[in-house]
């Protein structure tokens, strides 16, 4: 695929791409996934390994990777999240069928489908198919923590 048919698919700047190529630029959260989105890969495709516990930052969430593994149907990402309370986040939408698994462990969040976002206080558990576009943020004034687990099917 070429660099321009990428940024016009991913809705991304030529420029940030070649950015990004070159290790020049520091990307935001919501342009990975939208870059691994068309790419049709899991966002662990463009990070550095687990080991590294890469930080991937959004405008309201900052998530580490904690594991990367492995069945035969599909991939999994599991990401420590923390939910800064005040911006909302809107990611966009990752390949079809792509699903995301929440576990609330502090803190009230608002995550899933733009039309239809769903609410879990602490000990509460969310699920959603993200291949449309979702959010994610802080109900009230306390930050969220929360793990996540995105699970990718294989195609």
Do not use: C
Request: aromatic share 6%; hydrophobic share 45%; no cysteine.
């Amino acid at each position: 695929m070429s660099l321009s048919a990428l940024a016009r698919l991913a809705g991304v700047g030529k420029a940030t791409l070649s950015g990004l190529e070159n290790g020049t630029r520091n990307p935001t959260l919501e342009t990975l996934y939208a870059i691994t989105a068309q790419l049709g890969v899991p966002l662990t495709a463009v990070l550095s390994g687990p080991a590294a516990g890469p930080v991937v930052r959004g405008a309201a969430v900052s998530a580490i990777l904690l594991e990367v593994f492995e069945d035969a149907d599909a991939t999994y990402e599991l990401y420590r999240m923390l939910v800064a309370p005040g911006p909302e986040q809107l990611s966009p939408a990752h390949q079809e069928g792509v699903t995301e698994h929440v576990t609330v462990f502090a803190g009230v969040l608002r995550a899933g489908p733009v039309d239809a976002p769903l609410t879990a206080a602490a000990g509460g558990h969310l699920r959603w198919t993200s291949d449309v576009p979702h959010v994610y943020a802080a109900v009230g004034d306390k930050e969220v923590a929360a793990s996540l687990l995105l699970r990718y099917p294989r195609r």
